[in-house]
């Protein structure tokens, strides 16, 4: 075997280990995908549409249900009504509320207890996920509740 031969069987190795351990890396910090998600939403809702694509850019699966009879879902999943926005969310045991990015979903989906069955962000704060409105991003915060309507801040955005 000549040198040019076994300088170019080096380098291929050295360039493989380098792909095996890029691959690994890529995998071992990639988002997990194809999170189910259930998303009831008013049938008219444009920044709801928004949102579920936001969802789906973000590696959930999301069923959209359209529904008419938005406050009898809040109220048997029993969402706060001060937290209340125009779109509820089921994933596995977590209950979203509004426009939450999907980022606080998935740190949600892991924090999920009796003294945390869903996360929130009230109203339509510009700049959330689904309410871009150009450069105009209002600070929002996303609020953890419990069954008993006790919430607290899980984030701040903005």
Known sequence: MDME???????????????VIAAV???????PTDTAVTVYKDPNCGCCKKWVT???????????????????????LSVPSSLRSCHTAVVGKLIVEGHVPASDVRKA???VSKSMIGVAVP???SGSPGMEMGARKDRYEV???DASGATKVFATHG
Do not use: C, Y
């Not at 031969?5 to 792909?19: D, E």
């Not at 890396?25 to 988002?31: D, E, H, I, K, P």
């Not at 936001?54 to 048997?76: I, P």
């Open 109 to 111: 989906m892991t924090r």
């Open 25 to 31: 890396g890529n995998r071992l910090t990639a988002q």
């Open 143 to 145: 609020i953890a509740f």
């Open 123 to 125: 109203g339509m704060p």
């Open 54 to 76: 936001h969802l789906e850019s973000n590696g959930f699966k999301v069923t959209a249900v359209d529904r008419n009879d938005m406050s009898a879902l809040k109220d048997s």
């Open 5 to 19: 031969n076994q300088s170019r069987r080096q380098w291929l190795k050295r360039v493989g280990i380098g792909v």
